[in-house]
């Protein structure tokens, strides 16, 4: 059986790729806006959109607030990084580590993205220009001000809330709105597995919390 270790870098590598390699894609395919239904679906489409902020396209004000946001982001990942050490030295469950190396992943997928995106790309417009990549005029933004490339959009449904509903009565509910990308979804995934191992994986199977490689 692979071991924990070997388990973390596949995730991490294997997450990092898929999501570079569709931003990619994405980035030099599609004009900022432009969206295509996946496999003819009605509700899930790739639909590009560039942000500043965090994921799902929350954003964290201002040019000072995107170069905080950044040094956040790296700051997260050394930590994530010393966690996940930490968790291989200590041999716990194989669903920590997994967790773990989710989050890692996908905080170093954006990472790539605002530290070198707008050195890497041209500007992404919506008059029907793609973005070039290693323009030679130069990038749309310095080191560490580059947009994070989103791409999945799934407006499962759309409707209005009910007159009665607190501030928001008659107004329309979107579900799914915010765009995101496979980072986004690694993070999310990395966190809702880690608190499940927080909350329930000393009751898991009558396991105990820590294990060693062999008993694995």
């Not at 967790?99 to 790539?112: E, Q, T």
């Amino acid at each position: 059986m692979i071991s924990s270790g070997r388990l973390a870098w596949v995730i991490i590598l294997l997450v990092i790729v898929a999501d570079q390699g569709l931003k990619f894609y994405i980035k030099t395919n599609f004009v900022h806006g432009e969206e295509q239904a996946i496999l003819g679906l009605s509700w899930a489409f790739l639909r590009f959109e560039e942000n500043n902020g965090m994921a799902f396209n929350w954003q964290f004000g201002g040019q000072y607030g995107k170069l905080i946001l950044t040094f956040l982001r790296i700051s997260a990942m050394i930590i994530l990084a010393y966690f996940l050490r930490q968790a291989l030295i200590e041999n716990v469950r194989r669903a920590t580590i997994i967790g773990f190396s989710l989050v890692l992943a996908g905080a170093g997928g954006n990472i790539i993205d605002s530290v070198f995106y707008g050195v890497l790309f041209s500007e992404s417009l919506v008059d029907g220009s793609v973005a070039q990549f290693w323009p030679t005029d130069g990038g749309y933004a310095p080191l560490l001000f580059g947009a994070v490339v989103d791409m999945f959009y799934l407006p499962i449904w759309i409707g209005e809330y009910p007159d009665w509903f607190p501030f928001l009565g008659g107004k329309v509910f979107h579900f799914f709105r915010p765009v995101f990308n496979i980072a986004d979804m690694a993070i999310f995934s990395g966190v809702i597995l880690l608190i499940k191992e927080f909350l329930f994986g000393k009751q898991i199977s009558g396991q105990p919390e820590y294990q060693t490689l062999e008993e694995e």
